[in-house]
């Protein structure tokens, strides 16, 4: 068991002026009755194209599985290689990433996301496959586990596309995400424990502010009703889009340990788990809770806690060495 609480370094003005223009673009296009205005929320949601020629010694490229959902995601393969995280240069492990967004905004190819996946397979260094799933409210629970949990099978069984670095390890496969994300990586994993992969292992999660609630309110959240981003009004919002219909916030969807959640401890092929927990996010109760239930259950668990960070703000500093800290 490991439990740290790391200072918070300053974030760029450039960061700061995104989040800010994002946070406003999620304002206005949420309407009230629980659909999305997804013209007007393009404008504030900025994308960025692949690249097949290296930016910063990473390469970046799309690839479809199933254009009728649609289903793709964002390959990031890193071309300059030092070594630092792997004790065989020749091998590359795999980080499968879930983004963020409350599950119903953002894409694999928005420009957040993009940098954050783009600076990882660099800095790691590892092949990023970032996954691009179904929005709610349009599709819901279980619809982006299911898209999730696909890209994984597609990987396992088509290693040999175009672009797929020869030298990737499916044996070192982490999974991981921000906010949704690191909720989806949670339901991924549990899915994955009870399917028979024959050449893909996962070996760790990492868990980035996830996303999880439930009907009690807790003190953080209460406490931190005005924060950025993220907050009560909004975060009921998202799980009345997200949660099948007539489901309130105990579906194990967003209560993982809750009283209607699926038991966890015979599940033995759980990988180690990392939690980062924002202290100014307003469910960092709930994620603080999720590293306990994973420690109930017998899993391998550590968990990272920056007291003044906020939603999402710390992604481009908290990353850099989470795959080491797994491999250990």
């Known amino acids: 068991m490991s439990t740290k609480q790391l200072p918070f370094p300053s974030l760029s003005w450039k960061f700061k002026l995104s989040m800010s223009i994002f946070a406003l673009g999620i304002k206005l296009s949420r309407r009230s009755d629980g659909t999305i205005n997804r013209h007007l929320m393009s404008f504030f949601d900025i994308k960025s194209p692949p690249s097949a020629q290296p930016i910063n010694g990473v390469k970046v490229s799309d690839i479809t599985i199933d254009p009728s959902r649609p289903l793709w995601f964002r390959l990031y393969v890193p071309t300059a290689i030092d070594g630092s995280c792997n004790n065989d240069n020749s091998q590359l492990p795999v980080v499968v990433y879930f983004h963020g967004g409350g599950f119903a905004w953002m894409s694999a190819n928005s420009l957040l996301c993009n940098d954050l996946c783009r600076r990882l397979a660099g800095e790691l260094p590892a092949v990023i496959v970032s996954v691009n799933y179904r ?32 030298n990737i390890n499916l044996n070192h496969c982490f999974i991981g995400g921000d906010s949704a994300g690191g909720n989806l990586a949670h339901h991924v994993a549990v899915n994955a424990c009870v399917y028979e ?40 919002w998202l799980w009345k ?4 219909e ?14 209607n959640s699926r038991d966890i401890l015979g599940l033995n092929k759980f990988p180690a788990t990392i939690v980062i927990v924002g202290g100014f996010d307003p469910i960092n109760d709930w994620q603080k809770r999720y590293y306990e239930g994973l420690k109930k ?8 806690v920056y007291p003044n960070a906020f939603m999402v703000s710390m992604l481009y500093r908290s990353c850099r060495n989470l795959l080491c800290l797994l491999k250990k």
Request: hydrophobic letters at 35%; glycine letters at 10%.
């Open 135 to 166: 929005n709610s409210p349009d599709y819901r629970y279980p619809s982006q586990v299911e898209d999730c949990f696909d890209v994984l099978r597609f990987i396992e069984n088509n290693s040999n596309f175009e672009g797929f670095p020869k």
């Open 197 to 236: 992969f024959r050449n893909l292992n996962i070996i760790g999660v990492i868990s980035i502010q996830p996303f999880f609630g439930g009907e009690e309110r807790t003190e953080s959240e209460t406490r931190l009703v005005g924060a950025p981003l993220s907050n009560l009004e909004g975060n009921d």
């Open 241 to 244: 889009a997200f949660l099948p």
């Open 246 to 259: 007539g489901s309130d916030r105990d579906h194990p969807a967003a209560n993982v340990f809750g009283p």
């Open 297 to 304: 259950s017998g899993k391998e668990a550590n968990l990272i």
